[in-house]
């Protein structure tokens, strides 16, 4: 289990989502918090397996929670998980509306795991437009522009500072996972309270 999580390290991409120093490959996981102990968590994975990860007093948590379509706003600092699409826009998966302290956090277009083939856009919405039940969002960061369409069902989040008490068996989380010391170690956790999944 562990040298599967260690080959996976080595495979993924660092996420936009995490202000690391750490030089080491990350690994996102999603899944559900089986168990908490003193020094670290057991998560399953959404592909089933059982890991438990190392964390420390110190690991940043963070609360994801539901909002609304129209709190998108034209200036708000966005992150979206994406199917490309023929024309060379993007169909949304969910969106991440960023607190502002967070504004610019990963810019720029990427691919991302959340499905296969799909992307990530971190960039600020420059126009949008109301499209059937949907909105249509230009989305512009430092080197290039997308067209985003994004659904009325596809999940709206922001987070804010979260702490441990989230953190408990049957909670929904997105952990950031990083190899040190040879032990895969949580470097941020993302969850959702009373069972709220983070769609990222």
Known sequence: MIKHLIASLALCSASALVFAQATAP???????????????ITLKERSGEVVQLVMTPATPVSEVLPIALADIKTGSFIGTAAMPQADGSQLALEVLVFPEA????????????????????????????????????TL??????????VPANVPVVTFKPGDASL???GAKVLVMAQE???????????AGRNGFT???
């Open 180 to 190: 040190v010391g040879g032990k895969p170690t949580a470097q941020r956790i993302l």
């Open 198 to 200: 983070p769609p990222m």
């Open 140 to 149: 512009k960061y430092k080197d290039g522009e997308k067209k985003l369409l």
């Open 102 to 137: 967070a504004r610019g956090a990963g810019e720029g277009h990427y691919p991302w795991d959340l499905q296969p083939q799909s992307t990530m856009t971190n960039a600020t919405v420059a126009d949008l437009v109301a499209s059937g039940d949907g909105r249509t969002l």
């Open 167 to 169: 953190l408990v068996p």
């Open 26 to 40: 990350t690994v996102h996981l999603r899944g559900t918090i089986e168990k908490v102990e003193a020094g670290s």
